[in-house]
Structure formats: structure tokens, C-alpha cells
């Protein structure tokens, strides 16, 4: 079994309370919007680190994470992107590779929504963490745990950590 920690577009930020509710995973997924280098590295030297760039990542991050990324856990195979839209209306370069590799899970950022939705059509569960930096327009940072085991996935979990500007106390 493993036990893994989902999150996506930190943008350079990288909330200390992160380590607490991914202490007890076996690994973390980053779906891109990373922010830099140094802190995909803290993330890596935490737990073992799977990440993509996106969009607002530069070409240190580029050179060391792949746009897609494709591979299995416990059985299970897993296409990570940045960038896919949501179902059904995905970008056509992902409809073709949800058709042709067949994932069953494809995790993605970018929009910021945090959506989690088995799509019969592709027989894929999509998995969108939102966003758990303070860019953006979201308003609640959120971050998703989740467990595998063989072809069961299971125990998924949406992480709130707090609002993406905490307001000031008068």
C-alpha cells in the first residue's frame, strides 16, 4: 500500500503546515505551477517527489521536471499533467492519450477548482488538488491525501489549509 500527498501551483510558496498533514505519506505528486527549483527540492527532500512543470515555471524547473508524467503505484497507472482542462472538456492532446494509454488516474492543476471525478467515459479518475499557494483566485488552498493498494484507490481526502490571504485581525 501507499500512501500518497497530491497538491499543485504552490507558485513559490510553501506552507510549513504541509509537513504535518504529509508526514505519514509514502510520497508526494506535484502537478505543476511548482514556483522554482529550491522549493521542489524541499519538497523532494522531505518525501519522494513526482512533479510536472506548468505554465508560470521556468526553465530550471523545465529542465528537471517533464511536462507529462506517466508511471505506476502499486499497479495503478498514473498520468500526471499540468495542464488538461475538466471533463469532458479536456484538451485534445489529453482525450487522445486517456484513449490510447488508458490511466486510471490523471492528475492535473492549473485552474486552481479543486475537483475530483471518476469520468466513465475514459474510465479515469480525475483528480485536480486546487491550489495550495497564495497566487491566484482561489480563496481556500486546498491539497488532496489519498490511498492506493493494488487497483483499489481509496481513502481520498480534500486538505483545507486555510484561505489564500488569511484576513487580518482588527
Known amino acids: 500500500m501507499k500512501k500518497i ?11 510549513p503546515a504541509i509537513y504535518k498533514h504529509f508526514e505519514d505519506r509514502d510520497e508526494l505528486w506535484h502537478a505543476g505551477d511548482i514556483g522554482d527549483l529550491a522549493l521542489a527540492d524541499e519538497l523532494a527532500a522531505f518525501k519522494p517527489l513526482r512533479a510536472v512543470y506548468g505554465n508560470i515555471d521556468g526553465h530550471e524547473v523545465r529542465w528537471e521536471y517533464p511536462e507529462d508524467l506517466w508511471f505506476e503505484v502499486e499497479g495503478v497507472k498514473v498520468w500526471m499533467t499540468h495542464i488538461a482542462n475538466t471533463p469532458p472538456r479536456y484538451l485534445p492532446r489529453i482525450k487522445e492519450g486517456l484513449v490510447e494509454n488508458r490511466p486510471q488516474i ?9 475537483r475530483v471525478e471518476y469520468v466513465k467515459r475514459y474510465g479515469v479518475l480525475h483528480i485536480n488538488p486546487g491550489a ?36 487580518k485581525k482588527a
Not at 151 to 158: L, S
Request: net charge negative.
Open 5 to 15: 500527498g497530491i497538491l499543485s501551483d504552490t507558485h513559490g510558496y510553501l506552507d
Open 106 to 114: 490523471l492528475v492535473c492543476g492549473h485552474s486552481h477548482i479543486l
Open 132 to 167: 495550495v499557494g497564495i497566487k491566484g483566485f482561489h480563496k481556500v488552498r486546498t491539497m488532496i491525501r489519498l490511498s492506493i493498494d493494488g487497483d483499489k484507490i481509496f481513502d481520498c481526502e480534500v486538505i483545507e489549509m486555510g484561505e489564500r490571504h488569511p484576513r
